[in-house]
Every structure is written in C-alpha cells, then in structure tokens.
T-cell receptor, first 114, second 112 residues
Framework: DGGITQSPKYLFRKEGQNVTLSCEQN?????MYWYRQDPGQGLRLIYY???????QKGDIAEGYSVSREKKESFPLTVTSAQKNPTAFYLC?????????????FGNGTRLTVT | AQSVTQLGSHVSVSEGALVLLRCNYS??????LFWYVQYPNQGLQLLLK??????LVKGINGFEAEFKKSETSFHLTKPSAHMSDAAEYFC??????????FGTGTRLQVFP
C-alpha cells in the first residue's frame, strides 16, 4: 500500500543539538509539506515543496531547514536556533501543486528536547 | 486576513446522539473545504471534501457536511455517534492557489 512514512515515531534530544526528521512517500506525489502541531493551536506550516530541488518557507520556518533532492523524500532538520522545538511534527503530501487536493499525512514524529 | 474558526475546542455527546462540529471561514470567495480526523498519536485522515457541485458532501464513517455559502460555514454532522468517533477533528479551507488554513481543532468525546 502507498503512503507516507515518518521516522522515528518518538525522538529525544538535548538542547543545542540539531535533529533530522525523516519523511518518505511512495505515492508519487509532487508536493510535500511539514507541519508542526501544538495543543490548541492546530497545524502550522513550516516548509513546503512543490517540486524536486525547490521548497518554500511556510508560516513558522525560523529554526528549521529542509531539502528535496528526491521526489520521495523531504527531511526536516530542527536546528538549535529553534527556540521551542518540542512538538508533534507531521509530514504530508498531495497530488499536485495546488491546495485544492487533499493532503495525505504520515503518522508523525513526537520530538522532545530537554 | 483569511481565517478558519472552529467553535468549541471540546464537544461531548452520548453514544447514539447527533454529532455537530462547527466550522466557519472568513472569505465569501468560493473555497475548497475539507474535514480531517486525527486519532491519538496519529496523522490526519481525510473525512470529506467540498470542491464544487452538490453542497451536501458525504464522507467516510457516516459523516457528512454541508457547504452554506451565505453563512460561510461547513459544519460536520453525524446522525448517531459511536464510541469509535472519539478523536480530534480539523476543518481546513483553501482558496485554490493560496495556502491551506487549518482550524484549531475540536476534540470529540463520546460517552456510553
């Protein structure tokens, strides 16, 4: 079955360390997204990519970086510059570059930084 | 600025009762509308979507939603709640090439 795989499910890091969250899809989707979810705040867009080798900042990109070297993969790095990194991170993809197609989500990575 | 409002961060119903989760959006420009469901520690799953055509949209698990342009609303309903419906529900709205905006979510509790 096609889908989105996020790994690991839980991640623990010390403050000051960079950490990379993995996101892989086998849906052959062009567009991929990273969202951050905090209790009571819904989903906030960190970065998105509509095509390989291109990506755009979302609403809360500061302290994060991404790459899109392959269509299937869109890893997110949480850098030490991110002031409050503890959160639930969701990766998603969609069939085209417009926002009228449904998003397909992975099961998320819960990051805890102490 | 465009926005999406979900009234009620928590909704509680008894098993078998009507479920009504509210969603309103800010612009009168015809949008694309979505409802997603999230079970604990999982990603979001699409429940239903409205793009064009019939304003009453049927989704999975017996849910449906009605697009009311005059009220700028897209409320989610289910005639009879099941225990398995307990989850968080997100309304999301897009105006095409603009970004997708999510509401802050409504947590549904179902009591026996």
């Amino acid at each position: 079955d096609g889908g989105i795989t996020q790994s690991p499910k839980y991640l623990f890091r010390k403050e000051g360390q960079n950490v990379t969250l993995s996101c892989e899809q086998n849906l052959n989707h062009d567009a991929m997204y990273w969202y951050r979810q905090d209790p009571g705040q819904g989903l906030r867009l960190i970065y998105y990519s509509q095509i390989v080798n291109d990506f755009q900042k979302g609403d809360i990109a500061e302290g994060y970086s991404v790459s899109r070297e392959k269509k299937e993969s869109f890893p997110l790095t949480v850098t030490s510059a991110q002031k409050n990194p503890t959160a639930f991170y969701l990766c998603a993809s969609s069939t085209d570059r417009h926002y009228n197609s449904p998003l397909h989500f992975g099961n998320g990575t819960r990051l805890t930084v102490t | 600025a465009q926005s999406v409002t979900q009234l009620g961060s928590h909704v509680s119903v008894s098993e078998g009762a009507l479920v009504l989760l509210r969603c309103n959006y800010s612009s009168s420009v015809p949008p694309y509308l979505f409802w997603y469901v999230q079970y604990p520690n999982q990603g979001l799953q699409l429940l239903l979507k409205y793009t064009t055509g019939a304003t009453l949209v049927k989704g999975i698990n017996g849910f449906e939603a009605e697009f009311k342009k005059s009220e700028t609303s897209f409320h989610l309903t289910k005639p009879s709640a099941h225990m398995s419906d307990a989850a968080e529900y997100f309304c999301a709205v897009s105006w095409g090439t603009d970004k997708l905006i999510f509401g802050t979510g409504t947590r549904l509790q179902v009591f026996p």
